[in-house]
């Protein structure tokens, strides 16, 4: 069984930094990717960033490049989402989410990831 357990959230001001973690276990296969997404009030939910494995490749959405790092401890089965030069914007609730295959399947969209975990709530202060 796959579990997806995220941590990190929280309250911080405009610049400011935070950073995300997901556990991830019961992945028995490769390849497999995991991503964040975020659904900000009252919107849709969207992909932020993705990363893979064994290759560790990764994708970001365009508005996240240079701002947000994903990267992953496989020895400790945990992802991590750096997020930095917060903005309002990125209020939302972060999900961490996984399936097998490619970075390639994520971009494709929510519809396209069978596990996700339940949530984390980062609030950006202006």
């Known amino acids: 069984q796959v579990q997806l357990v995220e941590s990190g959230g929280g309250s911080v001001q405009a610049g400011g930094s935070l950073r995300l973690s997901c556990a991830a276990s019961?992945?028995?296969?490769?390849?497999?990717?995991v991503g964040w997404f975020r659904q900000p009030p009252e919107k849709d939910r969207e992909g932020v960033a993705c990363i893979s494995s064994p290759d560790i490749s990764t994708y970001y959405v365009d508005s996240e490049k240079g701002r947000f790092t994903i990267y992953s401890d496989n020895a400790k089965n945990t992802l991590s989402l750096e997020m930095n030069s917060l903005k309002h914007d990125d209020t939302a609730v972060y999900y961490c989410?996984?399936?097998?295959?490619?970075?390639?399947?994520?971009?494709?969209?929510?519809?396209?990831?069978?596990?996700w975990g339940k949530g984390t709530l980062v609030t950006v202060s202006s």
């Open positions: 989410a996984a399936d097998y295959g490619a970075c390639e399947d994520y971009q494709r969209g929510v519809d396209n990831m069978e596990y």
């Open positions: 019961g992945l028995r296969f490769r390849p497999y990717h």
